[in-house]
């Protein structure tokens, strides 16, 4: 399942979830398949997960939420989706906005903000 969230295999992993596969399951490290999917630029399986129940504000054990992940890959779709459904910028940590500003991604701080 997981490899599905790395690889946007949305189809498969949204069928499995929908015949009852957790949709906030998470590895042995606590990535989430939503915090997978959004660090390898899968959008439409963000959604989709996402519309399943995923919780767009769990962290994995180092802390890192999907829309951090989203934010560091500077994947605009994902962070709009994310905080669409409430994911909370300051979340985590590093946080978003913190990832943001760290690796000096003006535009991605600009979406976290609202402007």
Known sequence: MFDLARSGGTEELIGNVIAGLPPNL?????DTLL??????NHVDTVIALLEQGAD???VNDRGQSAL????????????KALLATGAD???GTPSA???AEFF???EMAALL???
């Open 104 to 106: 000096e991604l003006p």
């Open 113 to 115: 903000r609202g402007a």
């Open 26 to 30: 998470t590895n042995d490290k606590g």
């Open 89 to 91: 910028p300051a979340g």
């Open 97 to 99: 906005l913190a990832t």
């Open 35 to 40: 915090i997978l999917a959004a660090y390898h």
């Open 56 to 58: 767009p504000n769990r």
């Open 68 to 79: 951090s992940a989203a934010v560091f890959r500077q994947n605009a779709e994902t962070v």
